[in-house]
């Protein structure tokens, strides 16, 4: 299996603070990764596909970039609704999709 | 709007069967791959089973292979989850998802094993 490495595993940042969250793919997945966000007690969201596209809906502070191995999802400018634990996901070998460890996004 | 609605979570002893349902509606049910992605208490998630549109392929995950078994039913809008053999480790939210790009997600049912 194709194993993903998410780096911080927890941040604590500050509200208008720009924040970048990386995943690692143990092998090259081309820009077949996305991102995921999840609220306490919530389901997951989409908010990025193949790498840099935006979900429908998404708001542009989030943005995505990468290929092959290293990957980067970047908010602007946090603001409160923006605390919660992101998470990337490769499907190059969908359906054995992978999915990292996540990264806590915490108010400092 | 696209809704997922899943059911039949509940605590079940270990060695049980369980059925979970999932009812999709706002969209046209069948002309999607879906798939169940379960969360255990406080840890990451992990996508266990996709089925093809049509029902024809299966995938499973290692963790449930010969114990877990996804159907559909696209006269019902509705996808499943069949559960036996059920072990602590299974003790989860169970979440159905939409798609290939998981791009809509329900609002998950709880499973807990234990005696």
Known sequence: ?108 | EVQLVESGGRLVQPGGSLRLSCSGSGFTFSNYVMAWVRQAPGKGLECISSITTNGGSTYYADSVKGRFTISRDNSKNTLYLQMSSLRAEDTAVYYCVRDRDFDYWGQGTLVTVSS
Request: aromatic letters at 10%; charged letters at 15%; proline letters at 6%.
């Open chain 1, 1 to 108: 299996d194709i194993q993903m490495t998410q780096s911080p595993s927890s941040l604590s940042t500050s509200v208008g603070d720009r924040v970048t969250i990386t995943c690692r793919a143990s092998q090259d997945i081309n820009n077949h990764l996305a991102w995921f966000q999840q609220k306490p007690g919530k389901a997951p969201k989409s908010l990025i596909y193949a790498a840099s596209n935006l979900a429908s809906g998404v708001p542009s502070k989030f943005s995505g970039s990468g290929s092959g191995t290293d990957f980067t999802l970047t908010i602007s400018s946090l603001q409160p609704e923006d605390f919660a634990t992101y998470y990337c996901q490769q499907y190059k070998t969908y359906p054995r999709v992978t999915f990292g460890g996540g990264t806590k996004v915490e108010i400092k």
